[in-house]
């Protein structure tokens, strides 16, 4: 299994890689191309950090998962994530709150932070680069279990990601009447 480990601001990065499970699939180098591309008169980039260190936003994702012929597509946490058809998805991307530390020291700057969760040998896994080490959710109902207690709270998102043939016949998401 493969893990990334948070370096800096690049837990989109992680995200990704850890997502497609090849630390390849993405470099430093190509998101920050990315940010250029999607405002390149910019002196500074709004789709990362100041500093260029990463803290890349949502859109730069998206870019990067349409290099890889993928969507990211926003669950609405009004449904339910049974409704989620597990089967035809590569798996999701979880935007949480994150405190900034320096050191040791909290600061009250609250910023954003990228997880991949996704099935690996029939199991499901948080791929979170700040865990020593991808931490095993279990079966596709103790990861909706999980789902479900995550988007309980109004400032974590979700994201499905599939393939965009999958997305356009929206395949991923389960009838109303029918939920696993």
């Not at 049974?82 to 998805?89: A, C, F, L, Y």
């Not at 996704?118 to 948080?126: D, H, S």
């Not at 974590?156 to 999958?166: A, H, I, P, R, Y």
Request: charged share 25%; proline share 4%; aromatic share 8%.
């Amino acid at each position: 299994m493969y893990h990334e480990k948070q370096q800096r601001e690049l837990c989109a990065l992680h995200a990704l890689n850890n997502l497609f499970q090849d630390k390849s699939s993405f470099t430093k180098t190509q998101l920050d191309q990315i940010c250029q591309n999607l405002s390149p008169n910019e002196y500074i980039n709004p789709h990362r950090s100041i500093l260029g260190l990463g803290n890349y936003d949502v859109n730069v994702i998206i870019a990067a998962l349409h290099m890889k012929d993928c969507e990211a597509i926003w669950f609405d946490k009004r449904k339910d994530p049974s409704r989620i058809d597990t089967s035809k998805i590569i798996g999701f991307i979880l935007n949480v709150p994150s405190n900034y530390k320096v050191g040791f020291v909290r600061l009250p700057i609250q910023r954003r932070h990228w997880i991949a969760i996704r099935q690996i040998n029939k199991e499901y896994w948080n791929l979170d680069s700040k865990l020593d080490a991808p931490q095993c959710l279990g079966d596709e109902s103790n990861m909706l279990q999980y789902l479900r207690e995550q988007l309980q709270s109004n400032d974590k998102e979700l994201f499905v990601v599939c393939t965009c043939e999958v997305d356009k016949t929206q395949q991923w998401l389960l009838p109303d009447n029918e939920q696993r």
